[in-house]
């Protein structure tokens, strides 16, 4: 599902939202999420999953067209993980 499928839905199913202001919505749900994980919080939306950072530390890679050896920095990643709700739908 894309994010214009999931605006579409939105209001689709809240019938007194418009397009627009749908979009409206997702976007500051998305927003909020981005704000969250940018200041190292930690994000959890009951019965669906909880999203959080973790930290890669660096590590030796390869370039693959030369073949040199390259460093590759410690970065901080986004995950998500399930809630068990959704685990649950996902595998009926």
Not at 20 to 40: P, W
Not at 58 to 81: D, Y
């Amino acid at each position: 599902m894309t994010k214009a499928q999931l605006i579409e839905k939105l209001s689709e199913q809240v019938p007194t939202l418009t397009k627009r202001q749908a979009e409206v919505v997702v976007n500051t749900i998305f927003n909020g999420i981005r704000t969250a994980l940018a200041k190292g919080d930690k994000i959890e939306i009951r019965g669906f999953g909880s999203f959080r950072l973790r930290n890669r530390r660096m590590k030796e890679g390869r370039n693959p067209k030369t073949g040199s050896t390259v460093s590759v920095p410690a970065k901080r990643v986004p995950f998500f993980k399930a809630g068990k709700e959704l685990k649950e739908i996902v595998n009926r």
